[in-house]
Antibody, heavy 125, light 110 residues
Framework: EVQLVESGGGLVQSGGSLRLSCLAS????????MHWVRQAPGKGLEYISAISSNNGGSIYYADSVRGRFTISRDNSKNALYVHMSSLRNDDTAVYYC?????????????????WGQGALVTVSS | QSVLTQPPSVSAAPGQRVTISCSGS????????VSWYQQLPGTAPKLLIYENNRRPSGIPDRFSGSKSGTSANLDITGLQTGDEADYYCGTWDSFLNAGLFGGGTKLTVL
C-alpha cells in the first residue's frame, strides 16, 4: 500500500522559514517524480513544485514560490522535502506531498495517483 | 483566475447524471492529457480519471471522462449522496510550461 506521510508543518512568522518532509513507502520511490500541491483555506488546488525521479535532475517551481522554495529528495530515505523561506501570509495552506505516475513531472507525467494527508502551514504577521 | 475554467458548482438529484466541464486552450487541454480529482470534505484529493478517460482500479464506472478539442468533461451517473465533493481537473500547459488545476467544482447531490 502506498503511503505518503508529511511532517514539519506549523505556525511560522512572516519572513521565516520552514521545511516540510514527506516519507514515502509502498512503492519504488526512486522511479517516480514527486510533487507538492498546496491548498489555501477555502480555496482550490495550487501546483507549486516537482522533482523528477532518480537523481532529481529536473525541477519545477510555480512562479508564486520560485526563488523562495527549494524542493529536494533523498532516495536512500524515500523522502521528499521542501524548504520554504521568506514565507508570506499567502503561503498559508495545507501542503500535500503527491506521488506522480511517471519518472517525469511534465506533460504526460502531470498526473497524481497518491496523495498524503497534508501538512498545515500557517504564516502569521 | 484559473487558466482552466470549471463551473463553481453543479447540483443534481440522487440517481441522476451530472457533467462537470473543464475548458482550456490548445496549449493545455488541446495537447495534453487531462486528469480529474475528487476531494471529499476534509480529506486529500483522490485521482478519479487519468489520461482523459482512464479509471484507476477501484474507481466505479459511474465516473467517466472525455475530451474534445480544448475541453474535457467528467460525467457522474447514478449520483449518490457520497459523491458530494469538490472536483478538480488538471493538465500541463506546454506554452506556460506549468502545471494547472481548474478552479474546482462543488457538486451538491440534492
Amino acid at each position: 500500500e502506498v503511503q505518503l506521510v508529511e511532517s514539519g508543518g506549523g505556525l511560522v512568522q512572516s519572513g521565516g522559514s520552514l521545511r516540510l518532509s514527506c516519507l514515502a513507502s509502498g512503492f519504488n520511490f526512486t522511479n517516480f517524480a514527486m510533487h507538492w500541491v498546496r491548498q489555501a483555506p477555502g480555496k482550490g488546488l495550487e501546483y507549486i513544485s516537482a522533482i523528477s525521479s532518480n537523481n532529481g535532475g529536473s525541477i519545477y517551481y510555480a512562479d508564486s514560490v520560485r526563488g523562495r522554495f527549494t524542493i529536494s529528495r533523498d532516495n536512500s530515505k524515500n523522502a521528499l522535502y521542501v524548504h520554504m523561506s521568506s514565507l508570506r501570509n499567502d503561503d498559508t495552506a495545507v501542503y500535500y506531498c503527491v506521488k506522480g505516475a511517471r519518472y517525469h513531472y511534465d506533460s504526460s507525467g502531470y498526473m497524481f495517483d497518491h496523495w498524503g494527508q497534508g501538512a498545515l502551514v500557517t504564516v502569521s504577521s | 483566475q484559473s487558466v482552466l475554467t470549471q463551473p463553481p458548482s453543479v447540483s443534481a438529484a440522487p440517481g441522476q447524471r451530472v457533467t462537470i466541464s473543464c475548458s482550456g486552450s490548445s496549449f493545455n487541454i488541446g495537447n495534453n492529457y487531462v486528469s480529474w480529482y475528487q476531494q471529499l470534505p476534509g480529506t486529500a484529493p483522490k485521482l478519479l480519471i487519468y489520461e482523459n478517460n482512464r479509471r484507476p482500479s477501484g474507481i466505479p464506472d459511474r465516473f467517466s471522462g472525455s475530451k474534445s478539442g480544448t475541453s474535457a468533461n467528467l460525467d457522474i451517473t447514478g449520483l449518490q449522496t457520497g459523491d458530494e465533493a469538490d472536483y478538480y481537473c488538471g493538465t500541463w500547459d506546454s506554452f506556460l510550461n506549468a502545471g494547472l488545476f481548474g478552479g474546482g467544482t462543488k457538486l451538491t447531490v440534492l
